[in-house]
């Protein structure tokens, strides 16, 4: 039971900060520029969330998945153009993400090349091959031995 504690403050905790703005400036009346500014909060939030899931994906995974999300994006555009409606717009984002998200990504060369020289027999005898000692062992790497020794003690 003692570990639900912190939980359910912490909990608590968050209810409060997010609560207590609003009791606080509830009686009072709103400034002219917050009640113009209000209804622009949604669009700009999701705006800001759709830059950063686009940069932050092209970022991680490269080009190849920046063209299906801004073909979403755009598209999400138009109908936010168009009808002036969130939930249009919302909709017609989400899904054209998903779907374009479940295309495969597209490389410039689609057949697999084999691979030559070391690279090939690596891949056929495994990452272990390369790695082995190759040449000449140094003094230092080499098992310590002691039949020399034996040798002189036979003269």
């Given amino acids: 039971m003692s570990v639900w504690i912190p939980v359910l403050l912490a909990g ?5 900060i ?3 703005p609003v009791a606080a400036l509830s009686s009072r009346p709103v400034p002219a520029w917050l009640a113009r500014v209000g209804p622009l909060t949604a669009p700009v939030a999701f705006a800001a969330l759709a830059a950063a899931t686009i940069t ?10 920046l063209g299906p999300r801004l073909a979403a994006l755009v598209l999400a555009a138009l109908v936010a153009y168009r ?3 969130t939930t ?11 779907s374009a998200q479940s295309l495969p990504e597209r490389s ?3 057949r697999r090349r084999r ?4 690279a090939r027999r690596i891949a056929r005898r495994g990452p272990e091959w390369a790695m082995r000692p190759v040449g ?9 031995s002691t039949a020399h020794r034996e040798v002189r003690a036979r003269r």
């Fill in 12 to 16: 608590a905790v968050s209810y409060l």
């Fill in 18 to 20: 997010r609560l207590l």
């Fill in 56 to 65: 932050g994906s092209a970022a991680e995974a490269g080009v190849g998945v």
């Fill in 83 to 85: 009808t002036r409606s």
């Fill in 88 to 98: 249009w717009t919302v909709l017609s984002g989400m899904s054209s993400s998903g």
């Fill in 108 to 110: 410039g060369n689609r």
């Fill in 115 to 118: 691979p030559r020289g070391w």
């Fill in 136 to 144: 000449r062992i140094s003094a230092t790497d080499a098992p310590r």
